[in-house]
């Protein structure tokens, strides 16, 4: 897909203040450390190498926000799940997402859960986090490569039974492709609602 082969990197954020204005809309990407985030963000953009996934904790605890359209963005969240991430960090993260939460621009999360581990407590905690009611949930189950094709389809049975009613859940793999134009077409179904919506 061309239409967000122009995306680009905006800014990083450590701080609320640094966020760039809210206005537009824009797309939050969620996941476990090494669930397959920044591949996905990737794939979906048809951008190699335009997020890079942080493996050092301290390097991950920024939001980075990329442009992907006039006044559309997708915000890539800091992994979470680290057990190794610094009390300081960890302190930095609550106040970080709950100001991300209250822009209005934020239309929904698309949350990255390994098909093999299946969805944990800390996702269900993220969905509650991103207010379901309210926006879009859509979950990738990724590298679903790894998985054969009974085990692929128990792996999405099981998603969709443990998920809110309104969240949609998908296939996917960054690296055979899988579910890649079906997760471009939810993303962009999203960027072209009407604001406000
Ligand atoms: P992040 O930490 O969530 O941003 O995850 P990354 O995108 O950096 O991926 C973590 C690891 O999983 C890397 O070694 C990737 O190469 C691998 N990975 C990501 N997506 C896939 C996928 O769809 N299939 C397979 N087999 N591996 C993947």
């Not at 269900?124 to 309210?134: F, K, T, V």
């Amino acid at each position: 897909m061309s239409r967000f082969s122009a995306a680009s990197f905006l800014l990083s954020a450590a701080d609320p203040g640094q966020f760039p204005p809210d206005c537009g809309l824009e797309i939050a990407f969620a996941g476990r450390s090494n669930a397959g985030k920044s591949s996905a963000i990737n794939a979906i953009l048809a951008r190699r190498g335009l997020a890079r996934s942080g493996k050092t904790p301290g390097q991950t605890r920024l939001v980075n926000f990329f442009g992907v359209g006039p006044e559309r963005r997708v915000v890539d969240l800091p992994g979470y799940g680290y057990a190794r991430v610094p009390e300081r960090e960890r302190s930095q993260w609550g106040p970080l997402i709950e100001r991300l939460r209250e822009r209005a621009s934020l239309a929904g999360l698309f949350l990255i859960v390994d098909a093999r581990r299946g969805i944990s407590e800390s996702d269900l905690a993220l969905i509650a986090w991103a207010d379901p009611a309210r926006r879009a949930i859509h979950v990738l189950l990724s590298k679903a490569d790894k998985l054969t094709r009974r085990e692929a389809s128990a792996a999405l049975r099981e998603a969709r039974h443990g998920l809110p009613a309104h969240a949609s859940v998908q296939l996917f793999s960054a690296v055979d492709g899988t579910g890649v134009a079906e997760a471009q077409r939810a993303f962009t179904q999203l960027l072209d609602q009407r604001e406000g919506k």
